[in-house]
C-alpha cells in the first residue's frame, strides 16, 4: 500500500495546490489507518524549507540540485519514479497542474501504474483509493477504477479545501536525485511571466475574470483595476483568449485551467459548458452581465445584471470605499 505524494514548487515555495494534496492525503491516511505517507520535492538550494508549512505525518524526501529548480520532464521522471519505488508506494497523488498534467502519466508508464487524470478521491477503511472524474464537460461523474496495483491520481481543486492536520510531525530528509546522467537532461531554457507582481490563478484567493462582454483587450484594464482593489488576479474566457486580449495562460475552463479562488468574479462571460468546468472548485461566484438569461447567472451565488463598463468601475469604488474606512 503506501501513499506519496509529488510536491511542486516555485520559486522555493510549495504551490497551493500541492499543499492542498498533501493535506487531502493527510486525511485519507486518518480514514484509512495507513501509515506509509511519503511526499518529494525537488528544487534549488533551500527548497527543503518551503515544505516546514507541511503538517501530518511521514517523510518529505527533498531533492535539492540548482539544475532542476524549474521542471523537467525526463529528469523529474527518473527521479520520481526512483524514489516511489524505493518507498514501495502504491498510490501516488499529485495537484492537477500544468506540470502535473505532464508529469503524471509519465510516472504512470514508468511504474506501469494506472492513471486517473483530474480526479477526485475518496478513501475507505480499505485503504484503495476510490476515483471519480467528470466528462462531457462536467456533465456527467464518472466512477473510475483501477486495475493495476499501482495507481496515479492527478487530483482537481476542491471547493472545500482540507485544513492544515495536526499529527506527529513530518520528518524532512534530503535525498540523492539518483540521476546519473545531467547531461542527458533537457536543458531548461526560459519562463516567461506574464502578469508580474501578480499571483498565477491558480494560487489566488480572488479572481476577476472576463470574457467577450469585456469588450476589448483594452477594457481589461477595468478588471485588473478591481483586482488590485481586491488583492486578486485577473483570467480569461476562451473567448477573450482566441480574441487575443489575453494570453492563454489566463484561460480558465475545460482547454484553459482550473481555479480554485474564494471568490469568482465572472465579467461579460455567457457561462458556457466548457467555462464552468474549469470554476467549480471556486467557492463563492459573481457574475456581471447585461443578459438576465446568461447561464452564469445560474452557476452564480449572486449575480449583477448590467454593463460591464458601469458596474466593475462602481463594485472598484465601492471596494476601495470599504478599505478605507476601516
Ligand atoms: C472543446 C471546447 C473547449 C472549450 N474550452 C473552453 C475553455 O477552456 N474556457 C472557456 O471559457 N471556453 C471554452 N470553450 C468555449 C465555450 O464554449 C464558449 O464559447 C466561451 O466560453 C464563451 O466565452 P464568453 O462567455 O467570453 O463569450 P460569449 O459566449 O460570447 O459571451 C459573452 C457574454 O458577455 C455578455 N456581454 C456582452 N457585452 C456585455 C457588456 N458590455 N456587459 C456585460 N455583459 C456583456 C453577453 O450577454 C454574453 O453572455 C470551449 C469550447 C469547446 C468546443
Known amino acids: 500500500m503506501g501513499y506519496f505524494v509529488i510536491l511542486e514548487q516555485k520559486g522555493g515555495v510549495v504551490k497551493r495546490a500541492s499543499l492542498d494534496v498533501w493535506n487531502r492525503v493527510q486525511q485519507f491516511a486518518r480514514t484509512s489507518g495507513e501509515k506509509s505517507i511519503y511526499g518529494l520535492i525537488i528544487g534549488g538550494e533551500g527548497v527543503e524549507r518551503s515544505v516546514a508549512d507541511c503538517g501530518g505525518d511521514g517523510c ?3 531533492v535539492v540540485e540548482p539544475e532542476l529548480e524549474h521542471y523537467m520532464p525526463s529528469a523529474y521522471t527518473d527521479i520520481i519514479a526512483g524514489h516511489i519505488r524505493d518507498c514501495g508506494s502504491d498510490h501516488v497523488f499529485i495537484a492537477n497542474t500544468a506540470m502535473g498534467k505532464d508529469l503524471a502519466p509519465r510516472i504512470a508508464m514508468r511504474l506501469g501504474a494506472g492513471h486517473v487524470s483530474d480526479c477526485m478521491v475518496e478513501v475507505g477503511k480499505d485503504k484503495v483509493p476510490g ?27 476542491i471547493a472545500d479545501r482540507p485544513s492544515v492536520p495536526s499529527g506527529d510531525g513530518v520528518e524532512v530528509k534530503m535525498v540523492e536525485s539518483k540521476v546519473l ?17 501578480r499571483k498565477d490563478i491558480t494560487e489566488a484567493d480572488i479572481v476577476v475574470a472576463g470574457g467577450r462582454g469585456v469588450g476589448g483587450a483594452e477594457h481589461f484594464a477595468l478588471l485588473e483595476s478591481l483586482a488590485d482593489a481586491l488583492g486578486g488576479t485577473v483570467g480569461a474566457s476562451r473567448s477573450a483568449v482566441d480574441e487575443g486580449w489575453r494570453p492563454h495562460s489566463d484561460q480558465i475552463g475545460q482547454t484553459g485551467r482550473s481555479v480554485a479562488p474564494k471568490l469568482y468574479i465572472a465579467c461579460g462571460i455567457s457561462g458556457a459548458a466548457q467555462h464552468l468546468a474549469g470554476i467549480v472548485a471556486a467557492e463563492t461566484i459573481v457574475a456581471i452581465n447585461r443578459d438576465s438569461e446568461a447561464p452564469i447567472f445560474k452557476a452564480a ?5 448590467g454593463d460591464v463598463q458601469e458596474v466593475v468601475p462602481r463594485l472598484e469604488h465601492a471596494v476601495r470605499e470599504i478599505v478605507r474606512v476601516k
Open 131 to 157: 476515483a471519480s472524474t467528470t466528462v462531457y464537460s462536467g456533465k456527467v461523474s464518472a466512477l473510475v477504477k483501477v486495475l493495476t496495483r499501482k495507481a496515479v491520481y492527478s487530483l482537481g481543486p
Open 301 to 305: 451565488d449572486y449575480g449583477i445584471v
Open 60 to 62: 518529505i524526501l527533498v
Open 181 to 197: 546522467q545531467p547531461s542527458a537532461w533537457n536543458p531548461y531554457l526560459k519562463e516567461i511571466v506574464y502578469l508580474k507582481g
